[in-house]
């Protein structure tokens, strides 16, 4: 997911508008706000449905996080090791002799 994330917010910038005004100086900078105010929420829209199309879940408003999600947003070191079955939990042998 660290790759669909840097993809997506490199490819944010690219919905942003320019602008031009002409008037006072306050209504030039008004102008100017409303701009980048707009440009934000374009960019966090854009993310939003980059990591959509990325295969990101979102999960419903209110819902409790699942662990699956939790665990992908933990750092490697954070993460807790599965213990893996031993070949005797299997049932294979740990010998093999081969016959004649």
Same mark, same amino acid.
């Given at each position: 997911?660290?790759?669909?994330?840097?993809?997506?917010?490199?490819?944010?910038?690219?919905?942003?508008?320019?602008?031009?005004?002409?008037?006072? =100086?306050?209504?030039?900078?008004?102008?100017?706000?409303?701009?980048?105010?707009?440009?934000?929420?374009?960019?966090?829209?854009?993310?939003?449905?980059?990591?959509?199309?990325?295969?990101?879940?979102?999960?419903? =408003?209110?819902?409790?996080?699942?662990? +699956?999600?939790?665990?992908? +947003?933990?750092?490697?070191?954070?993460?807790?090791?599965?213990?893996?079955? +031993?070949?005797?939990?299997?049932?294979? =042998?740990?010998?093999?002799?081969?016959?004649?």
């Amino acid at each position: 997911m660290e790759y669909a994330q840097a993809k997506c917010n490199i490819l944010a910038p690219s919905v942003d508008q320019g602008f031009i005004a002409m008037g006072s =100086p306050s209504y030039v900078a008004g102008a100017a706000l409303g701009n980048a105010l707009d440009n934000a929420i374009a960019e966090q829209r854009f993310i939003k449905n980059c990591m959509i199309l990325q295969g990101r879940r979102q999960d419903a =408003p209110g819902a409790k996080k699942s662990s +699956t999600s939790l665990a992908s +947003t933990q750092l490697p070191h954070q993460r807790t090791a599965k213990k893996r079955p +031993t070949a005797q939990e299997l049932g294979i =042998p740990g010998q093999v002799v081969a016959g004649q």
